[in-house]
């Protein structure tokens, strides 16, 4: 009898169960599936018909930059004088600096690689195009501006980025 009494608990406590979950779906309205908070750019394969960087930035606006940077950089990145690393390290003054070479910041052996060269306008915009094409392995998982316009206001923004001599 005390068996008969425990199932008969059981059931009848599942088909409650089962009948507010129903009913909660039917009185309460899907909501839509969440989207990222940061509209991430996507890659789109390389046509080769991009102008010259020196060419796009004579047009460029650092002003529009920055929005790009506060958008899509933010985030990881500061911009600020001797600023923090965040997730990336910070990028005021990177401009004319040999890659990979801020202190107290690990950077992946992809993008250590490139110690040799000069973060130049024209070395940023291919970074910024497509930054696992530059270095395959970066830690950096960003697909990249596909508008050339924006990656040349981005690198006007961050030419602005220098300390100011007194």
Request: hydrophobic share 45%; proline share 8%.
């Amino acid at each position: 009898m005390r068996v008969n009494q425990v199932g008969a608990a059981f059931l009848i406590a599942a088909v409650a169960f089962g009948g507010s979950w129903g009913m909660g779906n039917l009185l309460v309205p899907h909501r839509a599936a969440a989207q990222t908070a940061v509209p991430m750019p996507q890659s789109t394969p390389d046509d080769g018909q991009d102008p010259p960087i020196e060419t796009l930035l004579a047009h460029a606006d650092a002003a529009k930059g920055h929005e790009i940077a506060d958008h899509q950089c933010a985030m990881c990145h500061s911009f600020a004088p001797h600023g923090p690393s965040i997730i990336g390290p910070d990028l005021f003054g990177v401009m004319g600096t040999h890659i990979g070479d801020i202190p107290d910041y690990e950077f992946s052996e992809a993008l250590s690689a490139h110690k040799k060269d000069v973060w130049t306008p024209a070395l940023l915009a291919e970074w910024l195009k497509k930054p696992d094409a530059f270095a395959p392995g970066t830690k950096m998982a960003f697909p990249g501006i596909t508008s050339a316009t924006d990656r040349a206001n981005l690198v006007a923004y961050i030419q602005t980025l220098v300390e100011e001599k007194n």
